[in-house]
């Protein structure tokens, strides 16, 4: 089991910037990928950013290429969501999701354990 801890949402004006984090407890020490997803109100989640267990590979959706960074700290038992110029689109509660299985894929089906999500909102 891997508890993973959401944190780092909040309101923000469109063009700022939000950090999100992710701790993980548990069987922290098996592999796995960790992805970010979220989901706005009346739509499905959406997958964001994933990287794998070591963080050199990462896939985000054409939607934030070049405005969010996904990044982990294993010693720390971390993962970050760096937001740059947050639009009001990106409004929706944010999740970090955790993959034993390292397939890194968008679907939300395949990842076996998730955080309680950080609301995040974009005013214009």
């Known amino acids: 089991q891997v508890q993973l801890v959401e944190s780092g949402g909040g309101l923000v004006q469109v063009g700022g910037s939000l950090r999100l984090s992710c701790v993980a407890s548990?069987?922290?020490?098996?592999?796995?990928?960790l992805g970010w997803f979220r989901q706005a109100p009346g739509k499905e989640r959406e997958f964001v950013a994933v990287n794998n267990w070591s963080g050199t590979v990462t896939y985000y959706v054409e939607s934030v290429k070049g405005r969010f960074t996904i990044s982990r700290n294993n010693a720390k038992n971390t993962a970050y969501l760096q937001m740059n110029s947050l639009k009001p689109e990106d409004t929706a509660v944010y999740y970090c999701?955790?993959?034993?299985?390292?397939?890194?894929?968008?679907?939300?089906?395949?990842?076996?354990?998730w955080g309680q999500g950080t609301q995040v909102t974009v005013s214009s």
């Open positions: 548990g069987r922290t020490g098996n592999n796995y990928a």
């Open positions: 999701a955790a993959d034993p299985s390292n397939l890194m894929t968008r679907s939300p089906r395949n990842y076996a354990y």
